[in-house]
T-cell receptor, first 113, second 113 residues
């Protein structure tokens, strides 16, 4: 059963911020929120992860709601190269099979000129 | 070259043949993973390995065999290929299976006729 829910597709204008939502209403206290993306025909690429605080790196920002039931990945200035499928994943932090990534169907983001 | 590589990148084989897909990483990451990606299913974990000589099943292990005699290599063998194993196969590695990000290879596109 899916642990995250994402819209199947979104469009964004080049240069604008892309805000990708994710619902994870059954997230437990020891689960992090991870975001990966997959550009056509390539392997998935790690973007960012967080537990409960907002996080920012050189690629994106991650905003997690206070109740942790949803999050938003923000690409501040989307470019054509950001066109990809974006996966929101929740996972536990310790090892074993429960720490493995479980990919859903993601959101296909199309950045348009 | 540094990073994670997969070979071959493309492979066509026939039903019943044995096929081995290779994965090599230069980071000395302890964990390595094999995924398959099919239309409509996203990425699904086949097998993973926590260290040399330690492997465990993922979501879809049937029909596959793995070994890990050296930290840097994690080959995936299809002992008797079937048409349902036609897919794109991705290898990944990480320092641990907890919070650490996974780094993915470029993938192997396998067609079983």
């Amino acid at each position: 059963d899916a642990k995250t829910t994402q819209p199947p597709s979104m469009d964004c204008a080049e240069g604008r911020a892309a805000n990708l939502p994710c619902n994870h209403s059954t997230i437990s206290g020891n689960e992090y929120v991870y975001w990966y993306r997959q550009i056509h025909s390539q392997g998935p690429q790690y973007i960012i992860h967080g537990l409960k605080n907002n996080e920012t790196n050189e690629m994106a920002s991650l905003i997690i709601t206070e109740d942790r039931k949803s999050s938003t990945l923000i690409l501040p200035h989307a470019t054509l190269r950001d066109t990809a499928v974006y996966y929101c994943i929740v996972r536990v932090v310790y090892g074993g099979s429960q720490g493995n990534l479980i990919f859903g169907k993601g959101t296909k983001l199309s950045v348009k000129p | 070259d540094a990073g994670i590589t997969q070979s071959p990148r493309y492979k066509i084989t026939e039903t019943g043949r044995q096929v081995t897909l290779m994965c090599h990483q230069t980071w000395s990451h302890s964990y390595m993973f094999w995924y398959r990606q099919d239309l409509g299913h996203g990425l699904r974990l086949i097998y993973y390995s926590a260290a040399a000589d330690i492997t465990d099943k993922g979501e879809v292990p049937d029909g596959y065999v793995v070994s890990r005699s050296k930290t840097e290599n994690f080959p995936l063998t299809l002992e008797s290929a079937t048409r349902s194993q036609t897919s794109v196969y991705f290898c990944a590695s990480s320092e641990g299976s907890g919070r650490n990000e996974q780094f993915f290879g470029p993938g192997t596109r396998l067609t079983v006729l």
